[in-house]
């Protein structure tokens, strides 16, 4: 049950995510904005016990994965923004 969880939370997130950060070249469509969610709350989970804002074994909630995957959608923007070909 724990893994539907984790796609739910980890969709609403990257819903959320795009929502706050719009832009021409961020990943679209319904898996792809639920691998953002779930990869933001890695982030930020990761970062987190980094920090010392949670403790092994503790996941970071929803205000959290939403913040990752903002973290995530911005370096996917500044990759894919460099590897942008003009053509004229």
């Known amino acids: ?10 969709f609403i997130a990257g819903v959320i995510a795009k929502w706050i ?10 898996i792809l904005t639920t691998i953002l969610g ?9 970062l987190g016990q980094a920090i010392g804002w949670y403790e092994a074994g503790e996941g970071a909630g929803l205000i959290g994965a939403v ?9 996917y923007g500044l990759i894919a923004g460099r590897n942008r070909t003009t053509s004229y």
């Open 67 to 75: 913040v990752g995957a903002i973290i995530v959608l911005f370096i």
């Open 38 to 46: 779930i990869v933001g709350a890695l982030v930020a989970t990761y």
């Open 1 to 10: 049950m724990s893994i539907i969880w984790t796609i739910i939370i980890g």
């Open 21 to 30: 950060m719009p832009g021409k070249n961020e990943p679209s469509g319904f």
